[in-house]
């Protein structure tokens, strides 16, 4: 074969969210684009905050060229380092120093990094479902495996840690905590961290070596009603903060974002120099541009409010209907359980009504589909007569259990 071993089935295996995206505008030069009611990527559907511009232009126009566009220490520029680490002291209490903190070409950069630093060939990595799917090309890529923790059975989406220790043994190096998660919405409470901290505690004793936990964290600003998520590091002795800009200020393609190293971790010293090393080796530096832009935007917001309405809208609908349907706590994804034995059918019956919505057996959840709602809503609206002529095309099927 003249591709790598680790690289065929990703290839073959492709995404199938960019697939359905793909679809979704061939059907649409089909039917026309108001005709269709495109649920499958989450794409921020609001325009990054004033700030955002208004920095770009004048970095441009009155910075020098050969500093905004030039190199820079690999773990990105200095002073934007200490920006991002007095921010995260000043939010949550923290004590990050500029050392502490890796600019990285996204949530994506990072968690490669840290994969990249701590995985040997064989060594797993273990996730709970429901998980954003592309970790096990992540794992893969970096040469280890991907150990997923199933949902409990009760369909709330917590923390299965109940079977925790049933998927840690000796190879295990790392875990990847989602929290907002995708494809649920569901906010892993204070209680639930700190009794993840007992369990690897617990399971550290038993292998024989420390465990590390990813937080990947990139829609901590997008929160709704009042529930809160946790700092990390406050529930977590050996933990990393990965963050993403993507959807706090709707840039999800210009690629920026940073590795926080917490200093309360085992081996702290090696292990934040060995970031920097894999930051190098993987891109060099994050883009130079965007990481002065977002030093001046740390506490802009895009607008949160929108997707907590598309959010009401269409939860609401869809019970109303009958679905059964996970209430989002954060993030812009809907969770909703396929009313007919065969989910499958069910996305092909919603494609035949021209809603695209992504089956969620590759987040770990199968049974289920996942929306985004981070859409206008406009063609939220629009997508409901949709959704009862769907539900009346399932009427005569074998319902699920």
Not at 53 to 82: K, W
Not at 233 to 261: M, Q, W
Not at 347 to 363: P, Y
Not at 383 to 400: D, I, V
């Amino acid at each position: 074969m003249v591709i790598s071993n680790k690289i065929a089935p990703i290839l073959h295996g492709s995404s199938a969210i960019r697939k359905l995206f793909e679809e979704g505008k061939e059907l649409a030069e089909k039917v026309g684009a108001e005709n269709v009611y495109d649920y499958s990527l989450g794409n921020p559907s609001v325009p990054a905050p004033d700030v955002v511009r208004d920095t770009i232009v004048r970095l441009v126009t009155d910075e020098d060229p050969l500093f905004i566009h030039g190199y820079m220490n690999n773990a990105g520029y200095e002073q934007v380092r200490q920006a991002v680490a007095d921010n995260l002291n000043e939010r949550f209490g923290a004590s990050f120093t500029v050392n502490d903190i890796v600019m990285t070409v996204g949530a994506c950069g990072g968690m490669n990094d840290i994969l990249n630093l701590f995985l040997d060939p064989g060594d797993e990595v273990v996730v709970f479902a429901p998980f954003f799917g592309e970790y096990s090309n992540y794992v893969r890529v970096a040469g280890g495996q991907l150990r997923a923790v199933p949902a409990a059975a009760d369909g709330k989406f917590g923390l299965n840690l109940d079977a925790f220790q049933d998927y840690v043994n000796e190879k295990t190096k790392l875990v990847i905590v989602n929290n907002p998660n995708n494809p649920s919405g569901v906010i892993y409470s204070g209680q639930q961290l700190d009794r993840l901290q007992q369990e690897l505690e617990k399971a550290e004793q038993r292998i024989g070596h420390p465990l590390y936990v990813i937080s990947d964290e990139p829609y901590r600003d997008l929160v709704y009603d009042d529930n809160v998520l946790p700092y990390m590091p406050d529930h977590i002795r050996n933990c990393f903060i990965v963050f993403s800009f993507s959807k706090t200020l709707s840039l999800p393609g210009e690629r920026i974002g940073y590795v926080a190293v917490s200093n309360k971790m085992d081996s702290y010293e090696v292990i934040r120099e060995g970031i920097n090393v894999t930051n190098r080796i993987g891109s060099v530096n994050a883009p130079s541009l965007m990481q002065l832009t977002i030093k001046a935007c740390l506490n802009a917001r895009a607008a949160v409010e929108v997707y907590d309405r598309n959010r009401r809208l269409l939860y609401d609908k869809l019970t109303s209907l009958g679905l059964e349907c996970v209430r989002p706590q954060g993030a812009f994804y809907l969770l909703v359980k396929s009313p007919i034995k065969d989910y499958k059918t069910f996305v092909a019956k919603a494609k035949e009504q021209h809603i695209l919505m992504v089956d969620a057996d590759s987040f770990g959840a199968p049974g289920y589909v996942r929306l985004a709602y981070c859409v206008s809503e406009d063609m939220i609206l629009r997508s409901f007569p949709a959704f009862e002529r769907l539900m009346q095309a399932c009427a005569g099927c074998e319902k699920a259990q």
